[in-house]
């Protein structure tokens, strides 16, 4: 064969050229044989060796270029089938190429040493390619050996497989996948090509690098990592840390989860225990988790339920919807994202920024915060407390007493079994069947309440009131209005007794009610009783009129 120059090739261009072409023939080489090119020969031998292995002793294999396929037996032996197979230009240079290849089965006192070693290279020992012959080989292996032995295998450029071994299994393979079933614990790394692993009767631990890892039905505990690839396991009786990059991550019936991934999206059900999940720029599905969720993840949406023990979840940039969560407390951070959130037992508290908040039958108290996005709570049977900028709140059904804030946005609250409090600037307020006291605050905009069965106040500018005061149980509740630019309107029910003191400027006062006036009486100015007095009813305005009607 002629030999290439010693000069012939100079530079860091040049050497990465030789890399690729290497790399391609490495590829070549374990293609089966039936691939060649026309007009090459084809050679193959078989061998076959069988030794005793003593027990404590484990079995080692190193090989390349070629299938490693190992499966359990009863008995001691370790028997070895290999197929060599070798295609070249002519039958003589593929014969030469076969009967070069060396099988070397040893015994030591660790066990039995299977390795592979291929002819030179150059002439020189060591080397992998016949070069420039367009020579091709491979050495595919079929092991048994005892069950209950350890396994130890090298192999790289081509496919590594194992069932029925149930001593420890310590398998690192590149450049082909790697197939396990029904093995005891195992420690398993691979590059470059697809791990599955069924049945394991220890704890596992995978690592791989561009391709995807898929473990069944692990007895102990697991741990994988994996880059550039999908990780999906289930039925993981013991702990199981999932640590992934660019790629999903699937994980389901395990007594407890850690994952940790980027780019890729997160789907985690039928946790035993607690779980932890840490993602980048993935959405994230849990389900029925028998203890706590910790949840962080940016960049896409989160979504929980089912879950049985505490919540807590920070997302950025991506919407959070959760339910059917009877853990003592949910809290949620989020931001440029909305909220959603329904069934809860426990405590809820949830805050965003620019993104809306929706809660549904929380029976714990609830604590809601945004910005830049609209608050909608229904069913608090505990009270809730409201905090909002630059968008609007509606509340419903609140079972205890209602704290709301917000400005720049309407204000909207029905059925309230408690006090309400409300502090707007530039938004609308109205409220309806407030059993407790209300307390309103806001500018520029109207304020209306209906059906408040205790004390009412109101601090309004440049915005008119209406207000109807409910009949409490027993005597009267105080009512303080004041506002500007706008009018007054207060229904009071009939046959309660008030001290009155209304007062406004470039407006009209008049009233439905009989009052008893003292002092002076002018057209801006009404100071009086109606009825037997008792309860306050003072009504300040300026540039509005104020008018007094009866309720029922």
Partial sequence: MNQPSPNFCKGIGCRAAIAGLLLAMFLAAVKPVVAAHRGQEEVSRDFQKTVTLGAGQSVRIEHKFGEVRVHGESGRDVKVAATIRVQAGSHDEAQSFADKIQIDVQQTGEGVRIKTTYPNEFGREGGWFHFGKNTSYSVNYDIAMPSDAPLNVRNNFGNTEASGIHGASDIDNGHGSISMRDVGAARVNNSFGNIELTGAGGN???????????????????????????????????????????????????????????????????????????????????????????????????????????????????????????????????????????????????????????????????????????????????????????????????????????????????????????????????????????????????????????????????????????????????????????????????????????????????????VTSTGSISGDTLNGTIGSGGCLLQLNNSNGSIEITKGS
């Avoid at 690098?209 to 741990?223: F, I, M």
């Avoid at 997160?266 to 959405?283: E, P």
């Avoid at 109205?430 to 069965?453: C, H, M, Q, Y």
């Fill in 204 to 514: 596992v631990s995978v690592t791989d690098t561009n391709g995807s890892v898929q473990v069944y039905d692990v007895k102990g505990a697991l741990e994988v990592r994996n880059r550039f690839g999908s990780i999906t396991t289930k039925n993981i009786q013991g702990a199981a840390t999932l640590n992934g990059g660019n790629g999903a991550v699937t994980l389901s019936d395990s007594a407890s989860g850690n994952i940790t991934t980027s780019f890729g999206s997160v789907d985690a059900r039928n946790v035993k225990g607690d779980l932890t999940v840490h993602d980048n720029n993935g959405n994230v599905e849990i389900t029925t988790i028998g203890g706590a969720a910790e949840i962080t993840n940016t960049f896409g949406s989160v979504t929980f339920s089912d879950v049985h023990g505490q919540v807590v979840c920070t997302n950025s940039n991506g919407r959070v919807k959760g339910s059917a969560l009877t853990g003592a407390s949910v809290t949620i951070h989020d931001s440029f994202g909305n909220i959603e959130v329904d069934n809860i037992s426990g405590m809820l508290d949830a805050e965003t920024s620019n993104g809306r908040i929706n809660v549904r039958d929380a029976r714990g108290a609830v604590t809601l915060r945004t910005s830049f996005g609209a608050i909608d709570a229904v069913n608090i049977p505990k009270g809730i407390r409201v905090t909002n900028a630059n968008g609007a709140i509606t509340l419903a059904d609140i079972g205890g007493d209602a704290y709301t804030k917000t400005s720049f946005g309407s204000v909207l609250i029905e059925r309230v079994n408690g006090n309400l409090t409300v502090e707007n600037n530039n938004g609308s307020v109205t409220a309806r069947n407030v059993k407790g006291d209300a307390s309103v605050r806001t500018s520029f905009s109207g304020v209306t309440l209906e059906g408040i069965g205790g004390k009412i106040s109101v601090d309004n500018q440049n915005g008119g009131i209406a207000v109807t005061a409910g009949r409490p149980a027993s005597g009267c509740r105080d009512i303080l209005l004041k506002t500007s630019f706008s009018s007054i309107r207060v229904q009071v029910p009939q046959g309660l007794g008030y001290n009155l003191t209304a007062h406004t400027s470039f407006g009209r006062i008049s009233s439905e009610l009989q």
